[in-house]
């Protein structure tokens, strides 16, 4: 049976929330936690990063909640904004080290989870190649990651993924299509020398996104 | 007909829904029928959506460890008592805000009955009532010209006493001694507790006080004590020193003698 925080919409959870009600904020958590979780982890490949981009992020919605203007966009998009810009900046400042998964994605909630106990073989390759793809994902240049992420990972519409970007439609679709080349050719490449930042790629990233 | 060029441009696009549209997509259909070397790339460009696919699925499950639920919480409650203690806060300051101006108006209220009552009882002449002030503070008019009649109280300090002690004293004006009444003061308001002070003003600045001036008024300066009531209006002037031009004099005591004979 579906509960009340189920039914309601973001914009109401968000008022309740506002006028005091805890609830209402656990029902927004609940509900937008896991996509921020995610974007977060794509983007930086790291679970304790993630995990403090999502705690930021509701932080900073629990202090500025009434600076949320629904007018501009759904509350998951400006989430998404808040995670991005606190993503961006830990990419930032880690970036000589971005580019390799934290073992968490080894632990029990990442690599092994991929495995079939009922054809181990298939789904280790299966399981192998998805990492590879997740390797060859981080180590794109965070402008390229985030278009990757929102638009293929997170299936979200260029509409959205622009209005989480802040960036016009166009730069969205022109990112994705030399991102998801960049992709085929590390894919292409191999997991070692393919995966590594090239010269060029390193210049791209030191742009900084719109 | 649709180029090689064109086809690798939208080859990342063919599968997303909604991005080409059908006439488009008729085009790059046919011309990855027609080009091998395209229909590898579409099927390379496929192949990567699969697999960001099976990524996104591997990763659907995944969500933030339980404690920074528990961590958010906590923040919300310290936030929200955070919260209403300041409104708690600016309540009480707008409170005593608001006891303060009732408790000034009472007071003001009162006042004004208490010297309502003391004057429908009979009081004397305004400037018989005058407390008389054993030193009354020295007050200087700031620019004799510009800032007529403005009175700034000087604050005693060694610099002004030795200043003092170094300027000869006053030269006394005997048929001056008593205070005259001003033109423009309202004898009937109650004078209440009020104060003499000592002025030194421009010959000039005496028109603002309301007396006749002479056209070549000198820019030598007046030395007197003025009467200001509890109003802040000033009620009567007494001469002390400097040359005080005789239509002045005159005027004060004609207005003094109209009076006393209106009001015998």
Redesign the interface.
Request: proline residues 0%.
């Given at each position: 049976m579906m509960g009340l925080e189920d039914q309601a919409s973001d914009a109401d959870l968000l008022r309740d929330m506002i006028a005091?009600d805890?609830q209402a904020?656990?029902a927004i958590?609940?509900r937008l936690?896991?996509p921020?979780?995610?974007f977060a982890?794509?983007m930086t490949g790291r679970a304790s990063l993630?995990?403090e981009i999502?705690?930021e992020a509701?932080?900073t919605l629990?202090?500025q909640a009434k600076s949320f203007d629904a007018s501009r966009g759904t509350l998951q998009a400006y989430l998404y904004g808040i995670c991005r810009n606190h993503t961006l900046r830990c990419v930032a400042q880690e970036s000589p080290y971005v580019g390799m998964p934290d073992a968490g994605w080894e632990g029990g909630?990442g690599f092994l989870?991929?495995l079939d106990p009922s054809d181990p073989s298939a789904s280790f390759a299966?399981?192998e190649?998805?990492e590879r793809?997740?390797r060859a994902?981080l180590t794109l240049p965070p402008s390229y990651r985030e278009v990757?992420v929102l638009c293929?990972?997170?299936?979200m519409?260029?509409e959205q993924a622009a209005g989480v970007l802040g960036c016009p439609i166009g730069t969205v679709?022109s990112r994705?299509?030399r991102a998801?080349?960049l992709?085929?050719a590390k894919?292409r490449h191999g997991a070692s020398g393919g995966m590594s930042l090239t010269a060029a790629e390193r210049a791209e990233s030191s742009e900084s996104p719109q | 007909m649709m180029d090689c060029e064109s086809f690798k441009a939208l080859v990342h696009e063919i599968d997303r829904p909604g991005c080409l549209e059908a006439g488009v997509l008729d085009l790059v259909w046919g011309h990855a029928q027609s080009c091998p070397r395209c229909s590898r790339r579409l099927a390379r460009a496929r192949e990567l959506s699969t697999a960001l696919g099976a990524l996104a699925k591997a990763d659907e499950r995944k969500h933030a460890p339980m404690q920074v639920e528990a961590r958010l919480l906590n923040a919300v409650r310290a936030h929200r008592k955070t919260v209403r203690s300041f409104r708690q806060r600016k309540l009480a300051w707008w409170m005593a805000a608001a006891a303060a101006v009732a408790v000034m108006v009472g007071a003001g209220l009162a006042w004004r009955r208490m010297s309502v009552s003391r004057h429908a009882g009979g009081s004397a002449p305004a400037a018989a009532a005058i407390p008389v002030v054993p030193n009354p503070p020295q007050a200087t008019l700031a620019a004799p010209d510009a800032q007529a009649g403005e009175v700034r109280h000087s604050r005693p300090s060694t610099r002004t006493a030795k200043r003092a002690a170094r300027t000869p004293a006053p030269e006394p004006v005997a048929e001056l001694a008593e205070f005259l009444p001003l033109p423009f003061a309202n004898d009937d308001s109650p004078l209440g507790t009020a104060e003499v002070v000592r002025i030194r003003l421009s010959e000039s600045a005496l028109g603002v006080l309301g007396l006749p001036v002479s056209e070549d008024a000198s820019r030598q300066s007046v030395t007197a004590d003025v009467v200001i009531g509890e109003d802040g209006v000033a009620r009567a002037i007494r001469f002390i020193s400097g040359p005080v031009p005789s239509e002045v004099v005159q005027q004060l005591q004609t207005m003094e003698a109209e009076n006393k004979g209106a009001n015998p």
């Open positions: 005091g805890e904020f656990v958590y609940r936690q896991g921020l979780y995610r982890l794509q993630a995990e999502v705690q509701f932080m629990i202090r909630n989870e991929l299966a399981a190649k998805i793809v997740r994902v990757v293929d990972l997170h299936e519409a260029y679709r994705l299509h998801r080349d992709l085929l894919l | -």
